[in-house]
């Protein structure tokens, strides 16, 4: 049973001065907050005539995301539009599975999405995406 004194709080979204956007996420993965995440980011990039460049940090995510949420980010994914994607705040174990999937499914389901990568800190991710 999970503990009730998780927090359970979306993911937040920021616009930079630079463009850049950033995605922390907080608390506990739900359904509900990937759906909500999923409509946010999707209204923005339609409403950029460019692509974005988005920086993904998980470093205070408190769980995991179960199967299902999981489902609906990589759904996200596959209809997001972006220049760049960082990711960072992955523990080790993360980090390897990440670098599997993105490995795998690149190629075949982010047509939309140009680059993505995974960094140990957010000053390398985002030195990284202001590169042209």
Known sequence: MENNNQKDISPRIQIQEDGIVVVEFWGIQRVENAK?????????????????????????????????????????????????????GLNALKRVIASFILARIKKEELKSVKEIKIFSTKEEALKWLKEK
């Open 36 to 88: 909500k995440f999923s409509e946010e980011m999707l209204k923005l990039m339609e409403s950029n005539k460019e692509d974005l460049n988005i920086l993904i940090d998980g470093t205070v995510s408190l769980k995991a995301a179960n199967i299902e949420t999981r489902r609906l980010y990589l759904d996200f994914a596959r209809n997001a539009k972006a220049k760049k994607v960082a990711i960072i």
